[in-house]
C-alpha cells in the first residue's frame, strides 16, 4: 500500500471528497499509517485528544463508557473518519475506539491538520461544509423526532 | 595591578631584559663587521688594491690595530694572517661574509624568538592577573560591568601590550645606541654641523608627541568605543529573545550603525592626524640635510670645512634617520600601549575589586558551623537608603531548619544571602557559636554553606561536571604526569605567576564525601537526581548518549547480552513487529536507504547526511554496485512528489521542515532540475544528478510510503553493502562503523546499540511499548545504572540551555546537595516548579537536612509549619517562632509577637 492508495482511501471520506488532490497527498504524506491489533485501543473515552484516524482497512468498534461496563454503539469500517471532532473542537475523546480485528488506519497528527487548515482555506471551507451538512442532518433528525 | 606598564614589565621581567639586552650589545660588532665586509671584499679582492704594490699575495685574517695619532701612531699586530692570492683572499674574504651573516642570523633569530617568548610570558601573566582580578570584583561592582567588555580587554586589548614587552626596553637601547653612535660621528666631523643635527632632533622630540598627545586621545576613544560596541552585540545577542518579540531590528541596527559610525569617524580622525604627524616628520627630517647643504656648503665654500668632512656628515647623516624614525615609531607605540595598559587598569580599578583570595586558611578553623546563631543589632539598608531591616535581632540554635517567610518584601531575600555569605552589607553581629560570620574564611564558606538561588547558574559541559562543581576546592595532588612535562608545566607556571595545579589531577575529594571512588560518587549523584526527581531524565538522557567502553565497562561487557535478551522478550511476548532489528543479510525497511547501504553509522561528516551524496567513496562504491541510475531515478521522483504537495506552503512553514525531503528554500532549484529532465535534455548533469541522488539516502519506505522500493530492489541494496565495506576498507576510511550483532557500536546512542534495529513506525504505540520492554530488561540485567551514569555525560550546553527550567534548578539544588554543607540557603532555587512539585522538593529538603541546617525564604507561611523555626519580617523587625513540636522550650512564643504575625497573614 502506498501514497497513491492512501489518497484514494481519504478522497472516499466525506469531509475531504472537495479538498484538492496535491492537499490529500500531503494530508496523506504528514500522517502516519499505523496497525492496531485487533482488541488494541486507538484511543480511550477521556483521553486528550491529538489525532484523527481515517480506517484503511479492518473494523473498528465504537465504545461508550458506561455505569454497566462498555457498550458498543457503532461500528466502524474502510474509509471512516472517526476522531476529528475532538481535535477540531479541543474537547477530551467522547468515546473509546477499539480495532474489532487487525486494522490499519491513517493517524492524522492534530497540530498538522489544524495547520493544513490555516495554510489552505479551500480545505476549510471543505470541512465547514461537511459540519453544515451534518448539522443539518441533526436538526432534520431532531424535527422528525419530536414531531413523531 | 602597577599604574605604570614599564613598572610592571620592569618587576616581572627584568632578568631576561637585560639577557637579551646583553645578547644585542654583543651583537653589535659583527653587525658593524658585516656592514664593513663588502667594501674590503670590492676594494682589496675584486679591485686589488691589497695587490697594488706588486705583491702576488696579501695577508688574511691579519688583526691589527692602527693607533690614532693622538696616542703616538704607530700599529699594534696582533696577527699578521695568513698569506693568500688574490682568488684565495676574494675567497676568504666572501667566506668570512658567509660567516657573518649567518652570525648575524643566529643573532636575530636569538634575540626575536627572546623577546617573543618574553612578550608571551609577560603576556600569559598579564591575562592572569587580569582573571584572578574578575574573580575578586565586589559585588557593587558587577552590576556595572558588562561580562564581554571585560572577556575583550583579557582577550584582545592586552594583546598588543603583550607585542610590545619584548620591544620595550629592547629597542630603545638597540635604536639608542645606534643614532648616539652617529650623532657622536657627525659631532666629531663639525661641531656646528652636530649641533644643527641635534636641534632638529630636538625639535622632532618636541612637537611630535605634542601632536601626538590629540592621537592618544583619539586613541582612548578608539578603544572605548571597540569595547563598548563588542559589549553591545554581545547584549543584543543575549537578550535575542526580546528583540525578536518586540521586533526590534530596526532599532537595534540603527543603534549599531550608529556605533559603528562614531566607530569610522574617531579613526578618520586618527588616520587624518596621524599621517600629518608623519609628514612633519618626514620634512624634518629632510631639513637637516638642507642645512647641512646650505649651510655646511657656506663653510665649505669659505674654506672653514673641508668638503671631504662634509660629505662624511651627510655620509653619517644618512645612517641617522632610521633608528631615530623607528625611535619615534617605538615612542608612539609606547604611549599608545601605555593608553592602553592605564583602560586596562581602569577597568580593574581596585576599588572595584574584593580583598585577594586567600590561599589556605588553617585548618582548625574548619569546624562545622553549629551553636548558636545570633543576630544583634542588625541593620541592612535598601538600595534607595531605605531601612529594611532596623535593630532586627534573632537567635537559633543550629543545626535547625529556618523558613524566612516573606512578606513580599525583600528582607527574607536579603537575610538569606547574608547568611549564605553572598552579601555582607549589613551592620550589626550575625555570630554561629564563637564565630563571626563574616570573618569565616572563604574556603571553609564555599565547604560548609551552599547557597541555591532564583537564577541556576550552569557551565557548560556534563550534568556529572556541574554537579560536582561544588567539590572541586583544590586538588589532591594524585595526578601522575610525565616528570619532564610537568617541570616544564609547573617551571612555566612559576615565571609566569600562573597556579602550579593542573586541571588533570584529581580535584575531588573522595574520602571528604564518604565514597570510594568515582562511581561511588556517580552513585550519590544518581540517588539525589533521582530523589529530586530527575532519575527518568537523566535514563533518557543515558539512552540517547554515547557509550565510551573504556569507561563504561561494566555496560560495554553486559550490552550485547541486553540486547539478545531484549530480542528475547519482544519474541517471547508477541512484540516482534515492533522492532524491525538491523539483519546484515535483510534490508530493514524502518531504516533510511542509506542507513541500508552503510549498515553503519556514519563517524565523520563526510559520511553524515547529504555529505554521503557527494562522498567519492561512497558514490564509487554505487557505481560498481550500478545502482547510482536506481538512486538517481527515485530521487526524480521524490522531488516530483515534494514539488507537488510542497507547493503553495510559505517557506519556513514548520511542516516542511518537520516533513519535507527538500528544504523550501531549495525547492525552485528542484523544480528547474525537473524541468530539465522533462524537456528530455539528454542526460542530467553531474550536479544535478549528486543532488538528486542525495534525497533517497534519507528515504524510509515505511514512513514515508512513496512506494520506491520493490522487493528486488531491497535485495540488491543489501547486496551492496558488503562492497560499500569493502569499498571503505580499501581505502582505510574511517568514516563509518558497521554494525555487527555481537558488538557494540560506540558511535550510534545507546538505545541503537539495546534495540539494534528500528522501531516499527506502522504500529501503533509501538514506541511507548518498547520504551517500556527496554526499562524492564535494563532494570533486570541491573544495568539502570549504569545507563543513567551514562545520562550524568549529558552536555548542559551553554548556560544549561539544553535543560529545561525545572531540570537547571534541580541541578543546581542537587550541586548544593552533594556539598553536604552544615547549612543549606534556599532562595528561590524552587521557582521553576509548580506548587505540587515544589511541596514535595521542601519536604526532601527537610528530610535530608534533619541533620543540617537549612535556611529557606518562603513566599507564604503554607509551609512553615514544617520548619522548627519561623522567621518574620515586620517594621524592620525580625520576629522569630519556635514551632512547638520540635522545639518544647520554646512552647510559649510571646503573645504579642503571635498576634503580629496573625495580622500579617490575613
Same mark, same amino acid.
Given at each position: 500500500?502506498?501514497?497513491?492508495?492512501?489518497?484514494?482511501?481519504?478522497?472516499?471520506?466525506?469531509?475531504?471528497?472537495?479538498?484538492?488532490?496535491?492537499?490529500?497527498?500531503?494530508?496523506?504524506?504528514?500522517?502516519?499509517?499505523?496497525?492496531?491489533?485487533?482488541?488494541?485501543?486507538?484511543?480511550?473515552?477521556?483521553?486528550?485528544?491529538?489525532?484523527?484516524?481515517?480506517?484503511?482497512?479492518?473494523?473498528?468498534?465504537?465504545?461508550?463508557?458506561?455505569?454497566?461496563?462498555?457498550i458498543?454503539?457503532?461500528?466502524?469500517?474502510?474509509?471512516?473518519?472517526?476522531?476529528?471532532?475532538?481535535?477540531?473542537?479541543?474537547?477530551?475523546?467522547?468515546?473509546?475506539?477499539?480495532?474489532?480485528?487487525?486494522?490499519?488506519?491513517?493517524?492524522?497528527?492534530?497540530?498538522?491538520?489544524?495547520?493544513?487548515?490555516?495554510?489552505?482555506?479551500?480545505?476549510?471551507?471543505?470541512?465547514?461544509?461537511?459540519?453544515?451538512?451534518?448539522?443539518?442532518?441533526?436538526?432534520?433528525?431532531?424535527?422528525?423526532?419530536?414531531?413523531? | 595591578?602597577?599604574?605604570?606598564?614599564?613598572?610592571?614589565?620592569?618587576?616581572?621581567?627584568?632578568?631576561?631584559?637585560?639577557?637579551?639586552?646583553?645578547?644585542?650589545?654583543?651583537?653589535?660588532?659583527?653587525?658593524?663587521?658585516?656592514?664593513?665586509?663588502?667594501?674590503?671584499?670590492?676594494?682589496?679582492?675584486?679591485?686589488?688594491?691589497a695587490?697594488?704594490?706588486?705583491?702576488?699575495?696579501?695577508?688574511?685574517?691579519?688583526?691589527?690595530?692602527?693607533?690614532?695619532?693622538?696616542?703616538?701612531?704607530?700599529?699594534?699586530?696582533?696577527?699578521?694572517?695568513?698569506?693568500?692570492?688574490?682568488?684565495?683572499l676574494?675567497?676568504?674574504?666572501?667566506?668570512?661574509?658567509?660567516?657573518?651573516?649567518?652570525?648575524?642570523?643566529?643573532?636575530?633569530?636569538?634575540?626575536?624568538?627572546?623577546?617573543?617568548?618574553?612578550?608571551?610570558?609577560?603576556?600569559?601573566?598579564?591575562?592572569?592577573?587580569?582573571?584572578?582580578?574578575?574573580?575578586?570584583?565586589?559585588?557593587e561592582?558587577?552590576?556595572?560591568?558588562?561580562?564581554?567588555?571585560?572577556?575583550?580587554?583579557?582577550?584582545?586589548?592586552?594583546?598588543?601590550?603583550?607585542?610590545?614587552?619584548g620591544?620595550?626596553?629592547?629597542?630603545?637601547?638597540?635604536?639608542?645606541?645606534?643614532?648616539?653612535?652617529?650623532?657622536?660621528?657627525?659631532?666629531?666631523?663639525?661641531?656646528?654641523?652636530?649641533?644643527?643635527?641635534?636641534?632638529?632632533?630636538?625639535v622632532?622630540?618636541?612637537?611630535?608627541?605634542?601632536?601626538r598627545?590629540?592621537?592618544?586621545?583619539?586613541?582612548?576613544?578608539?578603544?572605548?568605543?571597540?569595547?563598548?560596541?563588542?559589549?553591545?552585540?554581545?547584549?543584543?545577542?543575549?537578550?535575542?529573545?526580546?528583540?525578536?518579540?518586540?521586533n526590534?531590528?530596526?532599532?537595534?541596527?540603527?543603534?549599531?550603525?550608529?556605533?559603528?559610525?562614531?566607530?569610522?569617524?574617531?579613526?578618520?580622525?586618527?588616520?587624518?592626524?596621524?599621517?600629518?604627524?608623519?609628514?612633519?616628520?618626514?620634512?624634518?627630517?629632510?631639513?637637516?640635510?638642507?642645512?647641512?647643504?646650505?649651510?655646511?656648503?657656506?663653510?665649505?665654500?669659505?674654506?672653514?670645512l673641508?668638503?671631504?668632512?662634509?660629505?662624511?656628515?651627510?655620509?653619517?647623516?644618512?645612517?641617522?634617520?632610521p633608528?631615530?624614525?623607528?625611535l619615534?615609531?617605538?615612542?608612539?607605540?609606547?604611549?599608545?600601549?601605555?593608553?592602553?595598559?592605564?583602560?586596562?587598569?581602569?577597568?580593574?580599578?581596585?576599588e572595584?575589586?574584593?580583598?585577594?583570595?586567600?590561599?589556605?586558611?588553617?585548618?582548625?578553623?574548619?569546624?562545622?558551623?553549629?551553636?548558636?546563631?545570633?543576630?544583634?543589632?542588625?541593620?541592612?539598608?535598601?538600595?534607595?537608603?531605605?531601612?529594611?531591616?532596623?535593630?532586627?535581632?534573632?537567635?537559633?540554635?543550629l543545626?535547625?531548619?529556618?523558613?524566612?517567610?516573606?512578606?513580599?518584601?525583600?528582607?527574607?531575600?536579603?537575610?538569606?544571602?547574608?547568611?549564605?555569605?553572598?552579601?555582607?552589607?549589613?551592620?550589626?553581629?550575625?555570630?554561629?557559636?564563637?564565630?563571626?560570620?563574616?570573618?569565616?574564611?572563604?574556603?571553609?564558606?564555599?565547604?560548609?554553606?551552599?547557597?541555591?538561588?532564583?537564577?541556576?547558574?550552569?557551565?557548560?559541559?556534563?550534568?556529572?561536571?556541574?554537579?560536582?562543581?561544588?567539590?572541586?576546592?583544590?586538588?589532591?595532588?594524585?595526578?601522575?604526569?610525565?616528570?619532564?612535562?610537568?617541570?616544564?608545566?609547573?617551571?612555566?607556571?612559576?615565571?609566569?605567576?600562573?597556579?602550579?595545579?593542573?586541571?588533570?589531577?584529581?580535584?575531588?575529594d573522595?574520602?571528604?564525601?564518604?565514597v570510594?571512588?568515582?562511581?561511588?560518587?556517580?552513585?550519590?549523584?544518581?540517588?539525589?537526581?533521582d530523589?529530586?526527581?530527575?532519575?527518568?531524565?537523566?535514563?533518557?538522557?543515558?539512552?540517547?548518549?554515547?557509550?565510551?567502553?573504556?569507561?563504561?565497562?561494566?555496560?560495554?561487557?553486559?550490552l550485547?547480552?541486553?540486547r539478545?535478551?531484549?530480542?528475547?522478550?519482544?519474541?517471547?511476548?508477541?512484540?516482534?513487529?515492533?522492532?524491525?532489528?538491523?539483519?546484515?543479510? !535483510?534490508?530493514?525497511?524502518? $531504516?533510511?536507504?542509506? %542507513?541500508?547501504?552503510?549498515? =553503519? /553509522?556514519?563517524?565523520? @561528516?563526510?559520511? *553524515?547526511?547529504?555529505?554521503?551524496?557527494?562522498?567519492?567513496?561512497?558514490?564509487?562504491?554505487?557505481?560498481?554496485?550500478?545502482?547510482?541510475?536506481?538512486?538517481v531515478?527515485?530521487?526524480?521522483?521524490?522531488?516530483?512528489?515534494?514539488?507537488?504537495?510542497?507547493?503553495?506552503?510559505?517557506?519556513?512553514?514548520?511542516?516542511?521542515?518537520?516533513?519535507?525531503?527538500?528544504?523550501?528554500?531549495?525547492?525552485?532549484?528542484?523544480?528547474?532540475?525537473?524541468?530539465?529532465?522533462?524537456?528530455?535534455?539528454?542526460?542530467?548533469?553531474?550536479?544535478?544528478?549528486?543532488?538528486?541522488?542525495?534525497?533517497?539516502?534519507?528515504?524510509?519506505?515505511?514512513?514515508?510510503?512513496?512506494?520506491?522500493?520493490?522487493?528486488?530492489?531491497?535485495?540488491?541494496?543489501?547486496?551492496? !553493502?558488503?562492497?560499500?565495506h $569493502?569499498?571503505?576498507? %580499501?581505502?582505510?576510511?574511517? =568514516? /563509518?562503523?558497521?554494525? @555487527?550483532?555481537? *558488538?557494540?557500536?560506540?558511535?550510534?546512542?545507546?538505545?541503537?546499540n539495546?534495540?539494534?534495529?528500528?522501531?516499527?513506525?506502522?504500529?501503533?504505540?509501538?514506541?511507548a511499548?518498547?520504551?517500556?520492554?527496554?526499562?524492564?530488561?535494563?532494570?533486570?540485567?541491573?544495568?539502570?545504572?549504569?545507563?543513567?551514569?551514562?545520562g550524568?555525560?549529558?552536555?548542559?550546553?551553554?548556560?544549561?540551555?539544553?535543560?529545561?527550567?525545572?531540570?537547571?534548578?534541580?541541578?543546581?539544588?542537587?550541586?548544593?546537595?552533594?556539598?553536604?554543607?552544615?547549612?543549606l540557603?534556599?532562595?528561590?532555587?524552587l521557582?521553576?516548579?509548580?506548587e505540587?512539585?515544589?511541596?514535595?522538593?521542601?519536604?526532601?529538603?527537610?528530610?535530608?537536612?534533619?541533620?543540617?541546617?537549612?535556611?529557606?525564604?518562603?513566599?507564604?507561611?503554607?509551609?512553615?509549619?514544617?520548619?522548627?523555626?519561623?522567621?518574620?519580617?515586620? @517594621?524592620?523587625?525580625?520576629?522569630?517562632?519556635?514551632?512547638?513540636?520540635?522545639?518544647?522550650?520554646?512552647?510559649?512564643?510571646?503573645?504579642?509577637?503571635?498576634?503580629?504575625?496573625?495580622?500579617?497573614?490575613?
Amino acid at each position: 500500500m502506498t501514497l497513491e492508495t492512501e489518497v484514494q482511501s481519504l478522497r472516499q471520506v466525506p469531509m475531504f471528497r472537495d479538498v484538492d488532490p496535491a492537499r490529500l497527498k500531503l494530508l496523506a504524506f504528514t500522517s502516519e499509517r499505523v496497525q492496531f491489533a485487533g482488541g488494541q485501543r486507538f484511543f480511550s473515552q477521556g483521553d486528550p485528544s491529538d489525532a484523527a484516524y481515517v480506517i484503511l482497512d479492518g473494523r473498528a468498534s465504537v465504545l461508550l463508557n458506561t455505569p454497566g461496563g462498555d457498550i458498543q454503539v457503532a461500528e466502524l469500517g474502510s474509509n471512516a473518519l472517526v476522531g476529528e471532532m475532538g481535535i477540531l473542537s479541543d474537547t477530551p475523546r467522547s468515546a473509546t475506539i477499539m480495532a474489532a480485528e487487525p486494522t490499519t488506519a491513517l493517524r492524522i497528527d492534530k497540530r498538522v491538520f489544524l495547520e493544513l487548515l490555516a495554510q489552505f482555506p479551500q480545505m476549510s471551507l471543505a470541512i465547514m461544509r461537511e459540519l453544515a451538512k451534518r448539522l443539518e442532518r441533526t436538526n432534520a433528525q431532531l424535527v422528525a423526532q419530536s414531531s413523531s | 595591578m602597577e599604574k605604570s606598564l614599564f613598572r610592571y614589565i620592569w618587576t616581572h621581567s627584568k632578568r631576561d631584559q637585560m639577557i637579551v639586552c646583553a645578547v644585542v650589545l654583543a651583537s653589535l660588532p659583527f653587525y658593524f663587521m658585516s656592514l664593513d665586509l663588502p667594501r674590503q671584499i670590492v676594494n682589496q679582492a675584486i679591485q686589488g688594491e691589497a695587490f697594488r704594490d706588486g705583491n702576488t699575495t696579501a695577508p688574511f685574517l691579519a688583526l691589527k690595530y692602527d693607533w690614532p695619532a693622538w696616542l703616538g701612531g704607530g700599529t699594534l699586530e696582533l696577527f699578521e694572517g695568513f698569506q693568500v692570492s688574490r682568488l684565495g683572499l676574494l675567497m676568504g674574504l666572501s667566506f668570512v661574509f658567509l660567516f657573518f651573516v649567518i652570525v648575524n642570523g643566529a643573532f636575530k633569530y636569538w634575540i626575536n624568538v627572546s623577546k617573543g617568548i618574553l612578550g608571551e610570558r609577560m603576556l600569559r601573566r598579564m591575562r592572569f592577573d587580569l582573571f584572578s582580578m574578575v574573580l575578586r570584583f565586589t559585588p557593587e561592582a558587577l552590576r556595572t560591568v558588562k561580562s564581554s567588555e571585560t572577556a575583550t580587554i583579557v582577550k584582545d586589548e592586552v594583546e598588543p601590550i603583550g607585542g610590545f614587552i619584548g620591544d620595550a626596553f629592547i629597542t630603545p637601547v638597540f635604536l639608542g645606541t645606534q643614532a648616539i653612535t652617529a650623532l657622536v660621528f657627525i659631532m666629531v666631523q663639525n661641531a656646528w654641523l652636530g649641533l644643527i643635527a641635534l636641534a632638529v632632533i630636538a625639535v622632532q622630540f618636541t612637537i611630535i608627541p605634542r601632536l601626538r598627545r590629540a592621537l592618544l586621545r583619539l586613541g582612548k576613544q578608539r578603544q572605548l568605543a571597540s569595547r563598548q560596541l563588542a559589549g553591545r552585540i554581545a547584549e543584543v545577542l543575549d537578550g535575542i529573545e526580546v528583540v525578536h518579540v518586540h521586533n526590534a531590528y530596526k532599532w537595534e541596527r540603527a543603534e549599531i550603525g550608529h556605533r559603528l559610525f562614531n566607530l569610522f569617524f574617531i579613526r578618520l580622525e586618527i588616520y587624518n592626524r596621524k599621517f600629518f604627524v608623519k609628514a612633519l616628520n618626514n620634512f624634518l627630517a629632510q631639513l637637516t640635510p638642507f642645512f647641512f647643504y646650505a649651510i655646511g656648503g657656506y663653510f665649505a665654500l669659505r674654506g672653514t670645512l673641508d668638503i671631504g668632512q662634509l660629505v662624511a656628515v651627510i655620509a653619517a647623516y644618512r645612517e641617522l634617520p632610521p633608528p631615530l624614525k623607528e625611535l619615534i615609531d617605538w615612542d608612539q607605540l609606547r604611549l599608545d600601549v601605555q593608553v592602553k595598559y592605564d583602560q586596562v587598569t581602569q577597568h580593574f580599578a581596585e576599588e572595584r575589586l574584593g580583598p585577594l583570595l586567600e590561599d589556605r586558611e588553617p585548618a582548625t578553623e574548619d569546624q562545622p558551623l553549629i551553636g548558636p546563631l545570633l543576630g544583634e543589632e542588625i541593620q541592612i539598608a535598601g538600595p534607595h537608603g531605605d531601612m529594611i531591616i532596623e535593630g532586627g535581632a534573632f537567635e537559633v540554635e543550629l543545626p535547625a531548619s529556618v523558613a524566612l517567610i516573606s512578606n513580599g518584601g525583600a528582607a527574607a531575600g536579603i537575610l538569606a544571602r547574608i547568611l549564605a555569605r553572598r552579601s555582607l552589607e549589613f551592620s550589626g553581629r550575625i555570630r554561629i557559636g564563637e564565630r563571626d560570620l563574616a570573618q569565616i574564611p572563604i574556603s571553609v564558606v564555599g565547604r560548609r554553606i551552599a547557597y541555591a538561588g532564583v537564577d541556576p547558574i550552569l557551565f557548560p559541559g556534563s550534568i556529572r561536571d556541574n554537579l560536582v562543581y561544588g567539590l572541586r576546592s583544590r586538588p589532591l595532588g594524585k595526578l601522575k604526569e610525565d616528570k619532564p612535562e610537568m617541570d616544564r608545566r609547573i617551571a612555566e607556571a612559576l615565571r609566569t605567576g600562573n597556579p602550579i595545579e593542573s586541571i588533570a589531577d584529581q580535584w575531588v575529594d573522595y574520602e571528604r564525601l564518604g565514597v570510594k571512588d568515582e562511581n561511588d560518587l556517580d552513585r550519590i549523584l544518581l540517588e539525589l537526581m533521582d530523589r529530586i526527581g530527575m532519575g527518568d531524565t537523566i535514563y533518557l538522557f543515558g539512552l540517547a548518549g554515547r557509550i565510551d567502553p573504556e569507561r563504561h565497562t561494566t555496560l560495554a561487557e553486559r550490552l550485547v547480552e541486553a540486547r539478545h535478551r531484549l530480542r528475547e522478550t519482544f519474541q517471547s511476548n508477541g512484540m516482534s513487529d515492533l522492532v524491525e532489528p538491523f539483519d546484515p543479510g !535483510r534490508y530493514n525497511s524502518q $531504516a533510511t536507504i542509506a %542507513e541500508n547501504l552503510l549498515f =553503519g /553509522v556514519p563517524v565523520s @561528516d563526510a559520511f *553524515r547526511g547529504r555529505n554521503l551524496a557527494e562522498n567519492a567513496q561512497f558514490r564509487g562504491a554505487m557505481d560498481r554496485a550500478v545502482l547510482t541510475d536506481e538512486l538517481v531515478r527515485m530521487g526524480l521522483q521524490i522531488a516530483e512528489t515534494m514539488t507537488e504537495i510542497f507547493e503553495g506552503l510559505p517557506p519556513g512553514h514548520s511542516l516542511f521542515e518537520q516533513f519535507s525531503f527538500i528544504g523550501a528554500e531549495e525547492l525552485p532549484e528542484f523544480e528547474a532540475i525537473l524541468r530539465r529532465h522533462g524537456r528530455g535534455e539528454g542526460s542530467l548533469k553531474r550536479e544535478d544528478r549528486t543532488r538528486l541522488l542525495s534525497l533517497p539516502l534519507a528515504y524510509i519506505e515505511a514512513r514515508h510510503r512513496l512506494g520506491l522500493l520493490d522487493d528486488a530492489m531491497m535485495s540488491r541494496i543489501v547486496e551492496a !553493502r558488503s562492497l560499500v565495506h $569493502a569499498v571503505l576498507e %580499501e581505502a582505510g576510511s574511517e =568514516g /563509518v562503523e558497521f554494525y @555487527d550483532p555481537e *558488538r557494540i557500536c560506540a558511535a550510534a546512542p545507546l538505545r541503537d546499540n539495546l534495540l539494534f534495529g528500528r522501531v516499527s513506525y506502522q504500529v501503533a504505540n509501538a514506541r511507548a511499548r518498547v520504551a517500556e520492554a527496554v526499562a524492564t530488561v535494563v532494570r533486570e540485567l541491573e544495568l539502570k545504572e549504569e545507563v543513567e551514569k551514562i545520562g550524568l555525560d549529558y552536555q548542559v550546553g551553554t548556560a544549561g540551555r539544553l535543560l529545561s527550567p525545572q531540570e537547571r534548578a534541580s541541578v543546581n539544588l542537587v550541586r548544593c546537595l552533594v556539598k553536604r554543607p552544615d547549612i543549606l540557603v534556599v532562595d528561590g532555587a524552587l521557582a521553576p516548579f509548580d506548587e505540587a512539585r515544589s511541596q514535595q522538593l521542601v519536604q526532601l529538603l527537610l528530610e535530608l537536612f534533619d541533620q543540617q541546617s537549612l535556611f529557606m525564604v518562603l513566599p507564604n507561611d503554607r509551609q512553615a509549619g514544617d520548619f522548627d523555626v519561623q522567621m518574620r519580617f515586620r @517594621d524592620g523587625q525580625i520576629i522569630t517562632n519556635k514551632t512547638a513540636a520540635s522545639a518544647p522550650r520554646a512552647s510559649t512564643p510571646e503573645p504579642d509577637a503571635a498576634q503580629r504575625i496573625a495580622g500579617e497573614v490575613a
